[in-house]
């Protein structure tokens, strides 16, 4: 056994050591860097948590972070919510709505102008 | 022939606990040159073009645990290009755990005029303060280069 795995790997992982964390993650999980304070771990989740979007790749499935005005994603392009001040329009943060369209405080959406 | 290598002095200072003082060498990959800064850890696989790092604060020291090659048959980037991709991201300075990847030492011998320096620390030093890294303790690192000991004059 390699002398810095620890005996069981945590969660999902496929391989880990002690000081890493997770190095490679079981099938269909997705791979997360997670820092606590000035330690970097990596950890094996089955869906990315939120304000990241995952991306499948050959060799291993990763979480990256959303965009920074953007709260949830479904990819690094397209945000579901936006953070605090910004108006959602297809799929981006906008801090005001295009013309034609008005800004809704209540869903923080840019809207069609109803007449 | 090969250049001797740069020793480095490499001082860890712990908030509230005592400070320790190791050895490392520098790397050819990069300039030999002091540097200082806070301590933290990073993943292997930070250091890939597909991983952001979500550390945006600079001006730190980043310690690499290597792992054994065949944990990581395909590496996304080389050393080299690890170490150079730290740099970019903020570090002061690149420290690499190779005690488990001893063939780190030949990945970095090339010089590629990296301007952070980039150190190699293993063994009993590296096991020191992976512990510190282990307890998650904030710490200052102090990176210094070790002057070679005066000739002797035989009068």
């Known amino acids: 056994v390699h002398p810095n795995v620890s005996q069981g790997c945590q969660g999902g992982c496929a391989t880990c050591s002690d000081y890493n964390g997770c190095l490679s993650c079981k099938p269909r999980l997705f791979f997360v860097l997670e820092r606590i304070g000035m330690k970097q771990r990596g950890v094996c989740l089955s869906s990315c948590p939120s304000g990241y979007y995952g991306t499948r790749y050959p060799d291993i499935n990763k979480c990256a972070k959303c965009k920074a005005d953007c709260d949830t994603c479904f990819t690094r392009n397209f945000c579901t919510k936006c953070k605090s001040g910004f108006y959602l329009h297809s799929g981006k943060c906008l801090e005001k709505c295009p013309d034609g369209l008005e800004a809704n405080n209540h869903t923080m959406e840019c809207a069609s102008i109803v007449h | ?155």
């Open chain 2, 1 to 155: 022939e090969r250049a001797a290598v740069q020793k480095a002095i490499i001082r860890v200072i712990p908030l509230k606990v005592e400070p320790i003082v190791l050895e490392g060498e520098f790397a050819s990959v990069a300039e030999v040159t002091p540097a200082e800064g806070k301590l933290l850890q990073s993943h292997p696989l930070s250091l890939c073009n597909t991983s952001e790092d979500e550390h945006t604060e600079s001006g730190f020291i980043t310690i690499v645990k290597l792992e054994q090659p065949d944990r990581d048959p395909n590496p996304c980037l080389s050393l080299a290009n690890k170490a150079k991709l730290a740099g970019e991201r903020g570090a002061r300075a690149i420290l690499f755990d190779i005690t488990d990847d001893e063939s780190a030492a030949d990945q970095l011998r090339k010089p590629r005029g990296l301007s952070q320096p980039v150190v190699l620390i293993r063994g009993h030093d590296a096991e020191l303060l992976m512990g510190v890294v282990n307890k998650n303790r904030e710490a200052h690192v102090k990176i210094e280069v070790k002057e070679p000991p005066a000739w002797p004059d035989y009068d």
